[in-house]
């Protein structure tokens, strides 16, 4: 071999080795840790990004849990209240029957001394009626009996007007029937009359 050749075949093994040397380290720069790192980034926040979604949709559910439990509580609270009111509607006219029966009764017991069988109606109606009125406040079933107050148009269901110097303008003078409540509640308003000005007073 001559020496041309020789020389020939040195510097294509040279250019080999440097070949064989520069690729790796070039794809080592391509494929090295600044986009592995940007990668592990990317994937940290959509991992973030994924667990305040899940966090705010548990904290959304626990609200609406809490909101359904209280309104559940509200309604079983209402329905015990509440759920007697048609019943205990009618029992108003029995007691109005038996305020009734007590008062001709007594106007009754207060004559002959010896008419042993209206005192003892007078007597029995008092006790029965007692007992209504005790039930009554066992179930808060309240009676509104505002004579003399002022009128209350949220309580009172006004029947008529009447001119009166007595007492202040717009105050209950009669009660034609009382009104009740339940726990607070209106069940029926009690039937008034409501005082006015007289008319020589109010026209000066």
Known sequence: MSKTEDSRTGEE????????GTEP???AAETGGEVSLEEALERLAAAEAESREAR???LRVQAEMQN???RTEQDIEKAHRFGQEKFSSELLMV????ERAAEAAGRHDDGEAGNQVVKAIHEGVNLTLKSFIDCFARFQIEAVDPEGEPFDP???QAMSIQEN???EPNTVISVMQKGYTLHGRMLRPAMV???TEAAANSGG
Do not use: F, I
């Open 165 to 167: 110097d007595e007492v």
């Open 193 to 195: 009359v409501v005082s």
């Open 68 to 70: 359904l439990r209280r």
């Open 25 to 27: 380290a070039e794809q």
């Open 56 to 58: 705010d949709k548990l």
């Open 13 to 20: 093994s040279a250019a080999a080795e440097q070949d064989t």
């Open 95 to 98: 007691m109005d029957n038996l």
């Open 154 to 156: 949220a309580l009172h």
